[in-house]
T-cell receptor
């Protein structure tokens, strides 16, 4: 199993550009999440999904969009990139409903907006 | 929503000593409290977790305690080793809508 795979690992964007961060998992997990991590600020939840076709906003959803057309994939879309979106983005998945809430994280995607 | 406070932000201990990191949470409905370790440039990984029906849990050199009344929980690492150097995050959750993380503690093990 590859676990949770994110691409790209690094990206530099200009202000106003758009891009999609890809996330896929091969563990058949029903729940998937996107977090952003800023220095000294911990991880903040952007969006999450409890299953294919269902998505919900987290703590910091503004400027982002997601979709969940399959169990495996949960892409994060940035529209009109802004310097405030410079961050490290982590995708995660979990198999809930089985007495466990452990999140399995991808390796992260470092995004810089200039 | 849930709010998790974590202290201290940086903790430096001598190798072999113990380290304690403390967290408080605000939502009394939270029932799951994990701790994640993140080494430099790596992804966070779960090291131990505790549920609200348990007061303490231990796994070799690490232990977590939970005080539901006071809404705080702590991570204890005994006999610290160089490989324990990392950033540690506490988190809380009341269900499936993701974890709310603390801001992290940078643990430094001095040789």
């Amino acid at each position: 199993n590859a676990g949770v795979t994110q691409t790209p690992k690094f990206r530099i964007l200009k202000i106003g550009q758009s891009m999609t961060l890809q996330c896929t998992q091969d563990m058949n997990h029903n729940y998937m999440y996107w977090y952003r991590q800023d220095p000294g600020m911990g991880l903040k939840l952007i969006y999450y999904s409890v299953g294919a076709g269902i998505t919900d906003k987290g703590e910091v959803p503004n400027g982002y969009n997601v979709s969940r057309s399959t169990t495996e994939d949960f892409p994060l879309r940035l529209e009109l990139a802004a310097p405030s979106q410079t961050s490290v983005y982590f995708c995660a998945s979990s198999l809930t409903g089985q007495g466990t809430w452990e999140l399995f994280f991808g390796e992260g995607s470092r995004l810089t907006v200039l | 929503g849930e709010n998790v406070e974590q202290h201290p932000s940086t903790l430096s201990v001598q190798e072999g000593d113990s380290a304690v990191i403390k967290c408080t949470y605000s939502d009394s409905a939270s029932n799951y409290f994990p701790w994640y370790k993140q080494e430099l440039g790596k992804r966070p990984q779960l090291i131990i977790d505790i549920r609200s029906n348990v007061g303490e849990k231990k796994d070799q050199r690490i232990a977590v305690t939970l005080n539901k009344t006071a809404k705080h929980f702590s991570l204890h690492i005994t006999e610290t080793q160089p490989e324990d150097s990392a950033v540690y995050f506490c988190a809380a959750s009341n269900g499936a809508d993701g974890l709310t993380f603390g801001k992290g503690t940078h643990l430094i093990i001095q040789p």
